[in-house]
């Protein structure tokens, strides 16, 4: 099967010598779920870091087929979605996380939020789906991530810069690392969450109106949920004031500290921009600038 170039080099550069192993072998794994579960592909839906694609079972079940180079990510993934069974998320047909392999339901008519043009609408529909999703974090040992742990990204910025911080600003750096602690340190009842619910991971539903894709699955308090959603899909120009509008209306709906969700907010974009150079992935550039605009809404507290 013929695979973009750009989605090659996602996975190379992502995953180093694993994600070229998981490349030489994609065709046998395509081989193996069509035997397996005796699917046909009908068409791949655009490629970022995994495959997915639109598939037809045996029966005529439209189903959706995802295939990742086998990670921890990808396995809590399948957990997550497994414990959400459905409620605001879509259903597991079938999984093989060990090898990278998920199964799940087709979301149809599937449009993405994105379609929603006003955009406090927008958030509300994804406050509400985020009500539907949350749940109490599973007694420990589970296996879900911890935004705690994420946040460690941080120290590998330092170790790999000597102690400096790169091609990233010292400035917002340590603010971030400060504003992490302080935030860890006082956090709320620690809830399973998507972890990355943004607009193109909500699509719009038959069974629901909208209904998640692609969870991380990772423990931490509600306020760090809304990062993603609000800092996707912003306009061009005006994002401050856009920022401002998301956070109250979010905050507002979800019965949130606000002021809480601005320091994740700004906190994940210094960490984002690192996760980019970390990765050869993405614009670190563009993560910093909306760090600096939670930043600039935090003092005008």
Same mark, same amino acid.
């Given at each position: 099967?013929?695979?973009?170039?750009?989605?090659?080099?996602?996975?190379?550069?992502?995953?180093?010598?694993?994600?070229?192993?998981?490349?030489?072998?994609?065709?046998?794994?395509?081989?193996?779920?069509?035997?397996?579960?005796?699917?046909?592909?009908?068409?791949?839906?655009?490629?970022?870091?995994?495959?997915?694609?639109?598939?037809?079972?045996?029966?005529?079940?439209?189903?959706?087929?995802?295939?990742?180079?086998?990670?921890?990510?990808?396995?809590?993934?399948?957990?997550?979605?497994?414990?959400?069974?459905?409620?605001?998320?879509?259903?597991?047909?079938?999984?093989?996380?060990?090898?990278?392999?998920?199964?799940?339901?087709?979301?149809?008519?599937?449009?993405?939020?994105?379609?929603?043009?006003?955009?406090?609408?927008?958030?509300?529909?994804?406050?509400?789906?985020?009500?539907?999703?949350?749940?109490?974090?599973?007694?420990?040992?589970?296996?879900?991530?911890?935004?705690?742990?994420?946040?460690?990204? &941080?120290?590998?910025?330092?170790?790999?810069?000597? @102690?400096?911080?790169?091609? #990233?600003?010292? *400035?917002?750096? !340590? /603010?971030? %690392?400060?504003?992490?602690?302080?935030?860890?340190?006082?956090?709320?009842?620690?809830?399973?969450?998507?972890?990355?619910?943004?607009?193109?991971?909500?699509?719009?539903?038959?069974?629901?109106?909208?209904?998640?894709?692609?969870?991380?699955?990772?423990?931490?308090?509600?306020?760090?949920?809304?990062?993603? &959603?609000?800092?996707?899909?912003?306009?061009?120009? @005006?994002?401050?004031?856009? #920022?401002?509008? *998301?956070?109250? !209306? /979010?905050? %507002?709906?979800?019965?949130?500290?606000?002021?809480?969700?601005?320091?994740?907010?700004?906190?994940?974009?210094?960490?984002?921009?690192?996760?980019?150079?970390?990765?050869?992935?993405?614009?670190?550039?563009?993560?910093?600038?909306?760090?600096?605009?939670?930043?600039?809404?935090?003092?005008?507290?």
């Amino acid at each position: 099967m013929q695979l973009p170039e750009v989605f090659k080099r996602t996975i190379r550069s992502v995953h180093g010598k694993q994600g070229e192993a998981w490349l030489e072998n994609f065709d046998e794994l395509i081989r193996y779920c069509e035997q397996t579960w005796k699917l046909s592909i009908r068409h791949p839906y655009e490629l970022s870091f995994n495959y997915v694609a639109a598939v037809l079972l045996e029966d005529g079940t439209e189903a959706a087929l995802k295939l990742s180079v086998p990670n921890k990510e990808s396995r809590s993934e399948e957990q997550a979605l497994r414990l959400f069974d459905g409620r605001g998320a879509a259903r597991v047909i079938a999984s093989e996380p060990d090898k990278g392999i998920l199964l799940i339901e087709a979301v149809l008519p599937g449009y993405t939020l994105h379609k929603v043009q006003d955009d406090t609408e927008a958030m509300l529909a994804a406050a509400r789906l985020m009500k539907r999703l949350w749940r109490p974090a599973p007694a420990e040992p589970h296996p879900f991530p911890k935004v705690e742990r994420w946040t460690e990204g &941080l120290a590998r910025l330092r170790q790999a810069n000597n @102690g400096g911080t790169g091609s #990233l600003p010292e *400035r917002l750096v !340590a /603010l971030a %690392e400060t504003t992490f602690k302080q935030l860890l340190d006082t956090s709320g009842a620690p809830l399973l969450l998507h972890g990355d619910l943004h607009h193109g991971n909500i699509l719009a539903g038959e069974r629901e109106p909208w209904i998640a894709i692609d969870p991380k699955g990772v423990v931490g308090e509600a306020e760090y949920e809304v990062c993603s &959603l609000m800092t996707n899909h912003l306009p061009d120009s @005006g994002q401050l004031e856009v #920022l401002r509008r *998301r956070v109250n !209306a /979010l905050s %507002e709906a979800l019965q949130l500290d606000r002021n809480r969700i601005l320091k994740w907010a700004m906190s994940f974009g210094v960490l984002s921009a690192w996760w980019c150079v970390e990765d050869g992935v993405g614009d670190p550039l563009k993560s910093l600038r909306r760090a600096e605009l939670f930043e600039q809404i935090l003092l005008e507290e």
